[in-house]
């Protein structure tokens, strides 16, 4: 797979103590290549998604712990 993003939006970040979320809308686009030939599989398509981002901090730095999918092509929603 073959994806770029094009904007990220962060809308609310929420912290307490060594713990943190983020909430993201993301704009991406992606296209399934063929990983022998590098020929084109699938076309590019654009997809908008609402992420959560869970955050902890150690050793003085933020860590990524764990991603979301609020809303978008891959949530139940």
Do not use: C
């Not at 084109?40 to 991603?67: A, N, Q, R, T």
């Amino acid at each position: 797979m073959e994806s770029e993003i094009h904007k990220i939006d962060f809308r609310d970040i929420k912290a307490e103590g060594d713990k943190a979320a983020v909430n993201t809308d993301e704009d991406w686009s992606f296209r399934w290549l063929d990983y022998k030939t590098r020929q084109e599989v699938e076309p590019l398509k654009d997809e908008h998604y609402e992420m959560i981002y869970h955050l902890s901090k150690k050793d003085g730095k933020w860590l990524v712990e764990k991603v979301e999918i609020a809303k978008g092509a891959a949530s139940q929603q």
